[in-house]
């Protein structure tokens, strides 16, 4: 390889300061993007196309780009992603031919790249290895600044980044495109910092010396540009925080409104671009109506591409305004939430002939409380998760009218901190409180959009939370108990009593602790002495909480008896419990408990004599311990035998990864009693909520056997004998005649098979992450070219949705998925045509709740198979069917891997239960020839 002659490039002297940099450079931007063959420069990865735009005083005045041989393979994984292959780099120049030119258009310039962490170690390694030494210039980078400048944004990544702000984006992983898009998206960002109220840019200013980017300089000299100009009426003003100026709440009109009927019987198609006329989505409409005009409670199985969320929307509409009273919409998902807002409110608009008015009301715990971000803001805590929390907060609070969680993308350690940011229950905020302000627009409504979770917050509380209402539509009703079940259970874990821990802190940390600590001292105030008495309590606590949790995990894992589980739950009935560590774990917890009601006593002690000190933070973080404590002492001394409680262990995890946890077994009384009695029409709806055509099961699991509803199913507009199939591989294993281990080796050679001759993406289904991961790590160790890209649920970092994404951007990949991906994800067309069940959705045997109602059904005299646990498992396995067909274009196969489906009795119950599709059971390779 040629080395560039060696340089040093001029720097700054050692006592400038950005500004002067900036100064002499007069906003000079580089934006930089490289492909490379891997994310490892020490270990051999290389450049294999670099791209630069130049910015200079807010216009892009050059464009350099070049692909670069980089003496190496390019792996097939790389050459997927960028479309780069061998042939492309084969005559390009090697880096250190271009490094000279390279470091010249870098030098007296800010430093961007969307991941400056990436770009920039890995280009000064090259110029390293070049001959150039080059001093770290001041670093932009734009993933950070995304995060802080567009907080709501869903995905930071830059292709959704292009999408979303309208960036024309050519060629997605290739540098001179990449660098492009990035340079456009760093002006769009720029512009947006000036657009910022001048108190915001203040408080940005003072914390952007703990960013990643270098922005000190520039928001400087924007704010010296502010400081000019008029006071902007957009804007509030709390405690130094910039707020939306929040628009006033209109009030309900009352106009004339014609009646469903008429509007039903004059109208043949819904009037909006490409709809499609659905004879289930008009007949839905009919028994919505119905149920509501007639009082009566109704279960709808609406097939998937029906479109039931208008088919509800509609009919509800027409009656609140008839009756001047709100009809309320709960959902489970987010999304779902989202869809009903942004996509069905604006077609609603064209479809009604009245104006309507649509809320969003959730738990007070969605909600922002702005005494306790002042209070944050003011922190001097430089943790980078809490500086960048602060500034997307920041931004946020000049563009939100809700204040809702819901509506931010907060990074995994931002998550952290909302539970210390929340608004509280049973607390009102004297200004702008932003939960008061969702209450009095869901008061104005006609139609209330809530979740489950606080549908039965509001039916349990003393004073009801939602608008006064009779009638309730539930989308998305197959997770209602599920949901119930969570409300009223319990659950505590070590790792959120540490966080807690930490976040109190000692007397000479960072904590809330220390912020008292510091305000007594200012004050020159003897109560001081307390900070040190709790400094003594808190070690106490912490020293045996480490040691109780470490407890509770040896006693759960001696009960162990499969050693391939990766989690363990190990289901305790405090009565039956005995021996001397059982004993132990008691004498434990009540100290733990003491030394916890000892601090809370003296805490009280201090607020009595300072009450000006209780908006601390220390004293809500201490609150929060009391009722983690009062919680442990619930879970492990109460004997209701109607409450299922468990120990769930990380078995390969550190020594106190323990968590435990308590649910109710039966709640068909309480939605008999709280629910289906006290409403005249609630109406039950979703894709998966029969077997076999029967509504049994979720009549029993919610007390409306009595109640005698209207239950209808309505199937799908899709034609599924003509674009899916079910292929059984006869060549498989039954699961009862070998190991583990053995049906994870069968299961992988299969897909190994399957994606050599299907060249697509495919979806694999797992029941449990034991089998997943087991299966995963040999598909991986086989497919050692790389030419298939292998996504893994908790093998890989990130969400379901960030692993959905990473999906959908190659051509040939498999995505192995529990729980969450059974459900919820959409992959339209080619982003889909494989899907793999490797085992029936039956809950695992060790599953402490489904043991418990297990138990309950037999006491009762029941079946707990086919009550229980065949309809849980049948209804699971439509929803996985159901990834596979998500429109009338798409064509698919759904592979079962698990023979008895066919072999089994009760196997005709999983294929009864689905739209009519050709069902093939032969050997793997005969089934890839049909397909």
Known sequence: MRKAQGTILPTLSAGASLREFRETMGERFVVIDL???????????????????????????????????????????????????EQAVSGAPVFSQLASEIAERIKQSYFVAHNVAFDWPFLQEELNMAGISFPAPPMIDTVEMSRILFPTLESYKLNDLAQTLLIAHENPHQ????????AKLWLILLDKLKSLPLVTLQQLQRLSRD?????????????????????????????????????????KKQENTASFSEWIANASALPFRHYEHRKGQWEMMEIVHEALETSQHALIEAGTGMGKSLAYFIPSLYFARKQQKPVVISTYTLQLQQQLIERDVPLLQTIVPFSFRIALLKGKRNYLSLEKFVQFLHEQNKTYDVVLTKCQLLVWLTETETGDVDELQLSSGGQLLWPTLHMDEGKEEVEYDFFLRARKRANEADIVITNHAFLMQDLTADVPLLPSYEQLIVDEAHHLEDVASQYFGQHIDYVTIRLLLTRIGNADGDGSLFQLKKWLEKQADTAVSYVFHFQSLLGDIQLECDEWFRMIRRYALVKQTNPNVMRFRYRFQPEKEHGRSWEAIRELLWRLCHRTSELVHKVAELKMRKPSLSSLSFFADVAMLSQMMNVLRHLFESDDPMVVRWIEVDVKG???????????????????????AKKKSVILTSATLTMNGSFAYPL?????????????????????????????????PAISDVSLEEYAQAVAMQLLKMAERLKGKMLVLFTSHELLRMTASIVKEKNDDETLVLLAQGMQGGSAAKLTKAFQQFEQAMLFGTSSFWEGIDLLGEQLSFVVIVRLPFAPPDDPVMEAKSEYIRAKGGHPFYDLSLPQAVIRFKQGFGRLIRTKEDKGVLFVFDRR?????????????????????EPLEKLLQKV
């Open 35 to 85: 492909e490379t063959t891997g994310n490892a420069p020490k270990k051999g990865d290389r450049i294999i196309q670099i791209g630069m735009v130049i910015i200079e005083e807010g216009k892009i005045t050059e464009r350099f780009s070049s692909f670069i041989n980089p003496e190496r393979d390019i792996p097939p994984f790389i050459q997927q992603l960028t479309q780069i292959d």
């Open 175 to 182: 540098a001179d495109s990449d660098a492009e898009v990035t």
């Open 211 to 251: 960013m990643k980017s270098d922005v000190h300089p520039i928001i400087d000299a924007i704010i010296a540009k502010k400081m000019t100009s008029l006071h902007d009426d957009r804007y509030v003003y709390y405690r130094g925080v910039a707020l939306k100026k929040p628009a006033d709440v209109a009030q």
């Open 654 to 676: 550190a020594a106190n990864a323990t968590a435990v946890y308590s649910q109710p077994i039966e709640l068909d009384s309480f939605f008999a009693e709280q629910l289906f």
């Open 700 to 732: 029993s699991r919610l007390g409306l056997e009595d109640f005698y509803p209207m239950c209808r199913v309505i199937p799908s507009p899709f034609h599924y004998e003509q674009q899916a199939k079910i292929m059984i591989p006869s060549d498989l």
């Open 901 to 921: 489906l066919v072999t089994a009795s009760y196997g005709k119950y999983f294929l009864s239960s689905l739209p009519p599709v050709p069902v093939y059971e």
